[in-house]
């Protein structure tokens, strides 16, 4: 089954490439590398949900906040590569997670993104991780995910 397929089997759709909101592209390769740039969650253009976990966002929320991220990621990994078939595996994934000071659940957000990507790309998408608690995110987002993949 394509990653696509299972997209699909999943209920998911990838959306439009996210559209830079700085002066930087969604993605880019160097030899058989791609990076993505930092994902927040957005969806048909808009930002899903706003705050600091801990502070107004629940760990349900920020979890399900980082799949929209990973799934953002993957639609720029995608308009890469061509197709989520030459994914030989991700490397690594970064997960920044906008934290109230006494907020130390970040592992637990960056789930989100991880199972996904497993879900989704099956042995080829277990990675190394990060999950890191920041003061703020761009836009008010309370979730930004970036990864590394081996492509074909």
């Known amino acids: 089954m ?3 397929e299972r997209l699909a089997e999943l209920g998911l759709t990838l ?5 830079p909101v700085a002066a930087y592209v969604p993605a880019v390769r160097t030899g058989n590398l791609v990076y993505t ?19 107004g966002v629940s760990l ?8 929209i991220c990973a799934l953002n990621a ?4 995608k308009a890469e590569v061509g197709d989520l078939s030459k994914v030989v595996r991700i490397v690594k994934v970064v997960v920044f ?10 592992p637990k957000v960056g789930n989100g993104a991880s199972e996904l990507l497993g879900e989704v790309l099956g ?9 890191v608690g ?17 492509v074909g």
């Open 15 to 19: 959306p439009e490439v996210v559209p």
């Open 2 to 4: 394509t990653p696509e």
């Open 134 to 150: 920041v003061a703020a995110l761009p836009l008010d987002a309370p979730v930004e995910v970036e990864l590394i993949a081996e």
């Open 74 to 77: 993957l639609a720029a990994l």
């Open 97 to 106: 997670v906008a934290s109230d000071p006494s907020f130390t659940d970040q």
């Open 37 to 55: 740039s930092g994902q927040v969650p957005m969806v048909e253009g808009k930002l899903a949900a706003g705050g600091k976990l801990g502070a």
């Open 123 to 131: 042995e080829a998408g277990r990675h190394a991780r990060s999950a």
């Open 60 to 67: 349900e929320q920020g979890y399900e906040m980082s799949r």
